[in-house]
Each structure stands twice: as C-alpha cells, then as structure tokens.
C-alpha cells in the first residue's frame, strides 16, 4: 500500500523537519540569555516588583 500525498502530510513534514528545531534553538536562546550571570541583578530588581508598596 502507497501512502498518499497529502496537504496535511506535507505540513506535518514540514513542522517537523523545520520548524520543530528552530522552536528548540529559540528556546534554548531564551534560556541561555535568562541564566546568564550578568542578568542576574536585572532579574533579581523585576521579582520584587510584586512586593512593592507605593
């Protein structure tokens, strides 16, 4: 049996092989810039604004 050539083959071929580890590379982006000791004191001031009383 031939598997058929769909639209929605060829979309979910194509999240797959592109999309998939460009999301991944994003995330790691992100969480690289967030651990990073330099931003540390600017992440440290932003979790006190909750606490602020003005």
Known sequence: MRAML????LVSEFVTVFWTPIFVGI??????????PRNQSAFDEASKIPLREE
């Open 6 to 9: 769909t639209v929605e083959n």
């Open 27 to 36: 995330f790691l982006a992100i969480l690289i810039y967030a651990l990073l």
